[in-house]
């Protein structure tokens, strides 16, 4: 971090310094061993509330990421993208990496009876026609369908020229009865025709043909099969444990998506919207997961949308027209679309993300920050003008971040200096001010990494457990320190007007119970900063499931998250302690602040916050050592109970974790404590203590 000029004092430091001198001073010199850790909780001094969209997701089209977890659709490349042939379909390349999985369809017969009519498709640029030969049957299959035992719903677009006779028949076995076929009507105009089936068993290998004998040719132009039990599309199982878990703000459609987004791709009759191959993550999308779908995934799971606006390829008409359709009368234009497509009701979505990443090149559209500053006042303006109640987030680009990898590095100058070219947060405060209501930033700190200030560079670091899960916070506090002083460059920020939306983070991507501490750890320093930091989106909400396409269970990271939504305080206070965190080992700058992040209780690290009504305190604990550690805790203004409530959240090992089909590893164990006495915290644990006011 810049360091030629001095920082003011934050919050966090008044709070776990200032408040913690007269402790300290009744304190012997202290060593990292201490047999017990001590903590002063002042609950006579407040911070801002926490704000609920610190528990918050955000989500992403990254190959078929929504369409195999989310999304209850059976079938890939259902509108067929792709061409249809017996040879192994290509595969997407590129960072879609582990979402690239698709099933492909291949002709029945042989391949040239299948040809690709791109002169009249029914919808995208190419439609299978299947040429037909009398008693030999002929069409399409794809096979390797995830089926539960269950029944299906489906329907196929289809037209026929000739005398024929057409059916699908779903195949979930070897035997002669291991099969239901549908008859399908076809005529000369294209007609949607339903299908149903019963599946008997759970399979892996299910396949599903649409074949016809006769004369002449028939022609497909789309093909669904969905679970029976689906909700509007959605799959009714992982939309009950989004539910459950509870997210407050879900970030939507992304995302590096969404600089090449087509959003009216995206609406209107689902069959007809044309699938495209998106470039940002080289996949074919079938763009069914849309405007409308999405907004109403938020009202089924309960979470505020943030909706994301392309600022790449678009333009700010674009920007406006999406709020009308989201957000306007049904006698509007745009109002009237979105009425004609079945809502009638205006969503009233409140927080807009004009723009993602914009200051880097891999975002499609990037344009220097002086262009970019006056294209994000056109689409704020634009957007205003339909709904001056929305909420605007702006791409931030923090120094830090700009610094550790997500800005556009120069050899030889590392570090970006505030208030040059590169700091994309300084320009967006000095050419855009009174544009937007918070400014985003991001963190993928790497694990076993640091980042090298005089190279630009990272180097491989071993760590022990602790300083491993520190990681995350320090991120959080490096864009704290960054914060502080914009705050001295910009003094209107100290009136508190303007937020931090800490809308994309993530840690390791391994939900177990390892990436629990560190995640702990990362709310705990959120906490400490509730004067500015109003929302945070970990990346991505689907990690807090672990799932197949028939399956899910709330993976570890998932449970954690649910405890801390469901069982701490709103209203953050004080925490001291006798035993500070050690000194930073590395210089300050790039992914290193001042002090490195935590409570003065190492190696826990402690966060507190009082109920809305104040009737109860909750403190949480992370303990990121494989040793159980003594805690003793003293409450100041505040007489609790003798008997209080516990909730543990720990498994066997550090990687300990929930998956489908086998026994969860990571639980969340209720309990009650003796409120009076010290505190024995398990290893490799995340917990909350309930003290009830007496």
């Known amino acids: 971090m810049h360091t030629d000029n001095k920082l003011t004092l934050s919050r966090r430091q008044a709070l776990l310094t200032g408040a913690t001198a007269s402790l300290f001073a009744s304190f012997p010199a202290l060593s990292q061993t201490r047999s017990s850790i001590a903590s002063t909780i002042l609950t006579g001094q407040a911070g801002?509330?926490?704000?609920?969209?610190?528990?918050?997701?955000?989500?992403?089209?990254?190959?078929?990421?929504?369409?195999?977890?989310?999304?209850?659709?059976?079938?890939?490349?259902?509108?067929?993208?792709?061409?249809?042939?017996?040879?192994?379909?290509?595969?997407?390349?590129?960072?879609?990496?582990?979402?690239?999985?698709?099933?492909?369809?291949?002709?029945?017969?042989?391949?040239?009876?299948?040809?690709?009519?791109?002169?009249?498709?029914?919808?995208?640029?190419?439609?299978?026609?299947?040429?037909?030969?009398?008693?030999?049957?002929?069409?399409?299959?794809?096979?390797?369908?995830?089926?539960?035992?269950?029944?299906?719903?489906?329907?196929?677009?289809?037209?026929?020229?000739?005398?024929?006779?057409?059916?699908?028949?779903?195949?979930?076995?070897?035997?002669?009865?291991?099969?239901?076929?549908?008859?399908?009507?076809?005529?000369?105009?294209?007609?949607?025709v339903p299908l149903r089936f019963s599946c008997p068993v759970d399979t892996q290998t299910a396949r599903l043909e649409i074949t016809g004998t006769g004369t002449g040719a028939f022609r497909l132009g789309a093909v669904s099969l969905m679970p029976a039990d689906n909700i509007k599309g959605f799959r009714a199982d992982t939309i009950a444990l989004m539910k459950e878990i509870d997210c407050k703000i879900l970030r939507i459609p992304g995302g590096n998506f969404i600089s090449s987004y087509d959003w009216k791709n995206t609406i209107g009759d689902p069959d007809k919207r044309p699938p495209i191959l998106d470039p940002v993550w080289n996949f074919p999308q079938p763009n069914d997961v849309g405007v409308d779908e999405l907004l109403q995934m938020c009202q089924l799971i309960n979470a505020e949308p943030s909706w994301s606006v392309s600022t790449g390829f678009d333009e700010p008409r674009s920007g406006a027209e999406q709020v009308e359709y989201i957000n306007g009368a049904a006698d509007t234009d745009w109002g009237a679309k979105r009425a004609a497509n079945g809502h009638p009701e205006p969503y009233r979505v409140k927080y807009w993300n004009i723009g993602n990443e914009m200051y880097g090149h891999w975002q499609m559209g990037h344009i220097p920050m002086k262009q970019y500053a006056i294209k994000h006042t056109l689409f704020a303006d634009a957007m205003r003008k339909v709904d001056p109640s929305i909420f605007i987030i702006a791409p931030g680009g923090f120094a830090d971040e700009m610094t550790t990898g997500q800005g556009i590095f120069i050899e030889g100058q590392p570090q970006v200096e505030f208030g040059s070219e590169r700091d994309w947060a300084y320009g967006m405060f000095a050419n855009a001010w009174g544009k937007f209501d918070a400014l985003a930033t991001h963190a993928y700190p790497p694990e076993n990494k640091k980042f090298d200030i005089k190279t630009g560079k990272l180097f491989d670091v071993e760590r022990p457990l602790v300083e491993w899960a520190r990681q995350p916070a320090n991120r959080v506090l490096t864009m704290v320190e960054c914060w502080e002083e914009y705050k001295r460059r910009f003094p209107k920020l100290n009136e508190g007007k303007v937020k931090v939306f800490f809308d994309e983070y993530a840690y390791s991507?391994?939900?177990?119970?390892?990436?629990?501490?560190?995640?702990?750890?990362?709310?705990?320093?959120?906490?400490?900063?509730?004067?500015?930091?109003?929302?945070?989106?970990?990346?991505?909400?689907?990690?807090?499931?672990?799932?197949?396409?028939?399956?899910?269970?709330?993976?570890?990271?998932?449970?954690?998250?649910?405890?801390?939504?469901?069982?701490?305080?709103?209203?953050?206070?004080?925490?001291?302690?006798?035993?500070?965190?050690?000194?930073?080992?590395?210089?300050?700058?790039?992914?290193?602040?001042?002090?490195?992040?935590?409570?003065?209780?190492?190696?826990?690290?402690?966060?507190?916050?009082?109920?809305?009504?104040?009737?109860?305190?909750?403190?949480?604990?992370?303990?990121?050592?494989?040793?159980?550690?003594s805690l003793q805790l003293s409450l100041e203004g505040f007489k609790a109970r003798k008997t209080g409530r516990c909730w543990k959240l720990t498994g066997n090992g550090l990687e300990a974790q929930n998956q489908v089909g086998k026994a969860p590893e990571v639980v969340v164990a209720e309990s009650t404590f003796n409120a009076t006495a010290g505190l024995k915290i398990a290893p490799i644990s995340v917990e909350l203590y309930e003290f009830t006011r007496a």
Not at 579 to 602: C, I, K, L, W
């Open 48 to 192: 801002a509330p926490i704000n609920p969209f610190i528990y918050g997701g955000f989500l992403e089209h990254i190959g078929n990421l929504i369409n195999h977890s989310l999304w209850s659709e059976v079938l890939d490349d259902r509108k067929f993208f792709n061409v249809i042939s017996s040879k192994p379909a290509p595969q997407p390349q590129g960072q879609a990496g582990r979402m690239r999985d698709m099933n492909a369809w291949v002709p029945v017969g042989p391949d040239s009876a299948v040809t690709m009519d791109t002169a009249a498709p029914y919808v995208g640029e190419q439609s299978p026609v299947i040429a037909l030969a009398g008693a030999e049957a002929r069409g399409i299959a794809q096979s390797g369908l995830v089926l539960a035992k269950k029944d299906y719903t489906g329907r196929v677009v289809i037209a026929a020229d000739g005398q024929v006779d057409i059916a699908a028949t779903l195949i979930w076995g070897e035997g002669a009865t291991d099969r239901q076929a549908v008859k399908i009507a076809a005529g000369k105009d294209w007609n949607t």
């Open 509 to 629: 991507f391994r939900q177990n119970l390892k990436t629990c501490l560190a995640l702990g750890m990362c709310l705990h320093e959120f906490f400490r900063h509730t004067d500015f930091i109003d929302m945070a989106g970990y990346t991505m909400a689907t990690g807090w499931m672990d799932f197949d396409r028939t399956r899910s269970v709330i993976s570890a990271t998932g449970r954690m998250y649910q405890m801390y939504n469901q069982h701490f305080g709103t209203i953050p206070v004080a925490v001291t302690g006798n035993s500070p965190v050690p000194a930073p080992e590395y210089p300050a700058g790039g992914d290193q602040p001042r002090v490195n992040a935590g409570s003065a209780t190492y190696p826990l690290d402690l966060s507190a916050a009082l109920t809305a009504d104040r009737k109860s305190l909750v403190v949480a604990v992370v303990n990121a050592t494989e040793q159980p550690q």
